[in-house]
Protein backbone atom coordinates (compact mmCIF):
# COMPACT_ATOMS: atom_id res chain seq x y z
CA UNK A 1 0.00 0.00 0.00
CA UNK A 2 1.14 3.05 -1.27
CA UNK A 3 1.62 5.91 1.73
CA UNK A 4 1.80 9.57 0.85
CA UNK A 5 3.32 12.03 4.06
CA UNK A 6 2.94 15.43 3.24
CA UNK A 7 5.01 18.04 5.48
CA UNK A 8 6.58 21.53 5.20
CA UNK A 9 2.83 23.29 5.65
CA UNK A 10 3.09 25.91 8.67
CA UNK A 11 1.90 29.83 9.61
CA UNK A 12 3.74 32.66 7.40
CA UNK A 13 3.13 36.31 6.55
CA UNK A 14 2.16 37.30 3.19
CA UNK A 15 4.38 37.61 0.87
CA UNK A 16 6.38 34.79 2.54
CA UNK A 17 7.39 31.49 1.12
CA UNK A 18 7.31 27.42 2.18
CA UNK A 19 7.96 24.88 0.49
CA UNK A 20 5.86 21.37 0.85
CA UNK A 21 6.87 18.30 0.73
CA UNK A 22 5.28 14.85 0.06
CA UNK A 23 7.31 11.99 0.56
CA UNK A 24 6.09 8.34 -0.97
CA UNK A 25 6.60 4.87 0.57
CA UNK A 26 7.29 3.42 -3.07
CA UNK A 27 8.70 4.95 -6.08
CA UNK A 28 7.48 7.96 -7.23
CA UNK A 29 8.69 6.70 -10.76
CA UNK A 30 5.91 4.52 -10.76
CA UNK A 31 3.28 6.98 -10.36
CA UNK A 32 1.41 8.53 -13.62
CA UNK A 33 0.63 11.66 -12.35
CA UNK A 34 1.26 13.76 -9.06
CA UNK A 35 -0.54 16.57 -8.01
CA UNK A 36 -1.44 18.69 -5.21
CA UNK A 37 -4.53 19.98 -3.84
CA UNK A 38 -5.87 22.15 -1.38
CA UNK A 39 -9.17 22.61 0.93
CA UNK A 40 -10.01 25.97 2.49
CA UNK A 41 -12.95 25.66 5.14
CA UNK A 42 -16.09 25.61 3.74
CA UNK A 43 -14.74 25.17 -0.04
CA UNK A 44 -14.38 22.09 -2.04
CA UNK A 45 -10.91 20.70 -2.45
CA UNK A 46 -9.25 22.03 -5.24
CA UNK A 47 -6.18 21.52 -7.83
CA UNK A 48 -3.00 23.78 -7.42
CA UNK A 49 -0.98 21.84 -9.84
CA UNK A 50 -0.48 18.69 -11.42
CA UNK A 51 2.40 17.13 -13.17
CA UNK A 52 2.05 14.56 -16.13
CA UNK A 53 4.73 11.75 -15.62
CA UNK A 54 6.82 12.62 -19.12
CA UNK A 55 4.53 15.90 -19.93
CA UNK A 56 3.70 19.20 -19.09
CA UNK A 57 3.07 20.78 -15.16
CA UNK A 58 -0.26 22.57 -15.12
CA UNK A 59 -1.38 24.71 -12.37
CA UNK A 60 -4.39 26.78 -11.63
CA UNK A 61 -4.48 30.17 -12.44
CA UNK A 62 -4.53 31.64 -9.17
CA UNK A 63 -0.98 30.31 -8.00
CA UNK A 64 0.52 30.40 -11.84
CA UNK A 65 3.84 32.42 -11.51
CA UNK A 66 3.85 31.95 -7.92
CA UNK A 67 4.48 28.04 -7.35
CA UNK A 68 6.32 25.83 -8.72
CA UNK A 69 5.79 22.06 -8.64
CA UNK A 70 9.29 19.21 -8.50
CA UNK A 71 9.88 15.90 -8.15
CA UNK A 72 13.22 14.09 -6.58
CA UNK A 73 12.61 10.45 -7.62
CA UNK A 74 15.71 9.10 -6.33
CA UNK A 75 14.52 10.51 -3.02
CA UNK A 76 10.50 9.41 -3.78
CA UNK A 77 9.43 13.00 -3.11
CA UNK A 78 7.39 16.16 -4.68
CA UNK A 79 7.62 19.17 -3.52
CA UNK A 80 5.28 22.51 -3.86
CA UNK A 81 7.26 25.46 -3.40
CA UNK A 82 5.24 28.13 -2.74
CA UNK A 83 6.07 32.10 -2.92
CA UNK A 84 4.50 35.49 -2.98
CA UNK A 85 1.74 33.66 -0.39
CA UNK A 86 -1.48 35.04 -0.11
CA UNK A 87 -4.09 35.01 2.60
CA UNK A 88 -6.65 33.35 0.04
CA UNK A 89 -3.76 29.96 0.07
CA UNK A 90 -4.28 29.46 3.59
CA UNK A 91 -5.90 25.68 3.20
CA UNK A 92 -4.81 22.30 3.67
CA UNK A 93 -2.86 21.05 1.45
CA UNK A 94 -2.86 17.62 0.25
CA UNK A 95 -0.65 15.41 -1.77
CA UNK A 96 -2.05 13.41 -4.96
CA UNK A 97 -0.96 10.52 -6.91
CA UNK A 98 -2.19 8.00 -9.40
CA UNK A 99 -1.06 4.72 -10.68
CA UNK A 100 -2.56 3.79 -13.88
CA UNK A 101 -2.72 0.01 -14.09
CA UNK A 102 -3.76 -2.43 -17.05
CA UNK A 103 -7.14 -2.67 -15.65
CA UNK A 104 -7.94 -0.49 -12.92
CA UNK A 105 -6.27 3.35 -11.74
CA UNK A 106 -5.64 3.91 -8.30
CA UNK A 107 -5.46 6.89 -6.44
CA UNK A 108 -4.03 7.96 -3.27
CA UNK A 109 -3.66 10.75 -0.95
CA UNK A 110 -1.88 12.20 2.00
CA UNK A 111 -3.19 13.29 5.15
CA UNK A 112 -2.30 17.01 4.65
CA UNK A 113 -0.95 20.06 6.10
CA UNK A 114 -1.78 23.13 7.07
CA UNK A 115 -0.29 26.62 5.70
CA UNK A 116 -1.92 29.71 6.86
CA UNK A 117 -0.73 32.84 5.67
CA UNK A 118 -1.60 35.65 7.63
CA UNK A 119 -2.21 39.64 6.39
Known amino acids: QVQLVESGGGLVQAGGSLRLSCAAS????????MGWYRQAPGKQRELVAR???????NYADSVKGRFTMSRDNAKNTAYLQMNSLKPEDTAVYYC?????????????WGQGTQVTVSS
Open 51 to 57: AITGGST
Open 26 to 33: GSIGSFNV
Open 96 to 108: NAVFRGASASYDY
